[in-house]
């Protein structure tokens, strides 16, 4: 069996790489870019046999969809799984040409059902289609919504890119004079998204599904995520939401869904509400696979071996608690805003609660 990994310096592919079969030969994936060295050498997994690079996708999405043909064919490769936002988003826009030209399986859900969750405005309107609480958002379609947008929210207001990731390009504004500035200063267009800010707890579910049936589902906090307001979680905890599970599987079994999903939710008091879904291999999916739940092995089993599909699985450890130490851990701290709370919060990232899993980029 072999299996291309793409990105395959991220954590997430690293979580991939560790938890498939040791039987099988593991081709990655890196985006060529203009170094002074070549980190394979370094940071290069034991457990991945050479390395190939492609074109960014971002600047030549078509080259990409040739490069990736290529190595398919060249490798002989069995599947490909893609890690990190964009190169999932443009492997699934190129999945049904990339599959045409060789006999891989491409892991990744079509295209027509993944830009629903990638797109945050399509979320919202399919989470109130099923009856999923979200934070109030309105796009901004001209500058001249303004006003009416200051009239119909209550400050604090959040403004995030439809497409964004990670919580890049999220704007916090905290009374109408300095959004309307900003507003009426910027290239504004229908691919920015106005939100009610709520405050609270972060929550995820994470799941894997066949045809939207649900196999496996599992539910976590983010203790501590790389920016004080949110982003990818580096310190995580398992935990069990049956409310969650019970949201996270509507929207798989709304969509027909097929492979990996995870949907970050914010806890307010006892409410739940959705602030978006990531259609794609999670920052924690390590802890998701130390605790029971090995959905990568899940993607090869289901959609390449065509293993019968099981029962659905919700049997995990609960409390397991997952640190990204470095470089997450250390580099968030010294992430500006530096404030007294920031430093108040270092005894979060380096003790270590029991049970834990600790891991970083350096881990074979």
Known sequence: MRIIVLNCYSRNSLAVINSLDKSYKIIGGTARKNLLFKPDRIFKSPYVSLIFRYTDPVEYPEIFKTDIINACNTYKADAVIP??????????????????????????????????????????????????????ATLIQTKEDVEQICDSFSFPIILKPRTSYASKGIQFFHNRESFKKYILNSKIDSSCLVQELIEGEL???????KDGKVLSILTQ??????YDFGGGGIINKTTYEPQLMEYGTRIAEYLKWNGVLEIDFIKQESNYYLLECNPKIWGTTHLTVKAGLNVVQQLIDTFVLNKPVEKRQNS???????????????SSWFHKPMTWEKFSKMEKRFPFPRPRISVSMFEK
Do not use: M
Not at 109 to 126: G, H
């Open 203 to 209: 929550h995820d579910v994470a799941l894997f599904a």
């Open 83 to 136: 890690t990190g936002t964009a190169i999932t988003n443009y492997l699934s826009y190129y999945k049904s040409d990339i599959a045409e030209s060789t006999k891989a399986k491409i892991l990744v859900e079509d295209y027509q059902k993944l830009s629903q969750l990638a797109d945050k405005w399509i979320t919202c309107n399919v989470c109130t289609k099923l009856n999923i609480p979200i934070p109030k």
């Open 316 to 330: 995990y450890k609960v409390g397991l608690v997952y640190k990204w130490l470095f470089p997450e851990c250390v």
């Open 221 to 226: 906090k983010r203790l501590l995520s790389f």
